[in-house]
């Protein structure tokens, strides 16, 4: 199986971007651009080696404070994206 890359713009988080790798339905790589440092590079080591819908169910609907979205969320989003492109 090949391995999709994607770069997704985020909206309404600190990131500005998160880049992607995914082969065989698993995360490889996971790389924010922007936002909370070491906040988001946990969340990606956590994402790497798991499955893509594993990622969506654990991550979607997580907020940051009042914002109806987050980082994690944004990933999940970004994933989801990447399923229906498919």
Known sequence: ???????????????????????DDVVESVEYIGGCNGNTKGVAALAC?????????????????FKATSCPDQLAKALASMKQDN
Not at 49 to 65: P, T, W
């Open 1 to 23: 199986m090949m391995t999709k890359t994607i770069s997704y713009r985020t909206s309404g988080v600190c990131s500005r971007e998160i880049r992607i790798s995914v082969k």
């Open 49 to 65: 080696g798991m499955k893509v819908d594993d990622v969506i169910e654990r991550l979607s609907g997580i907020r940051c404070g």
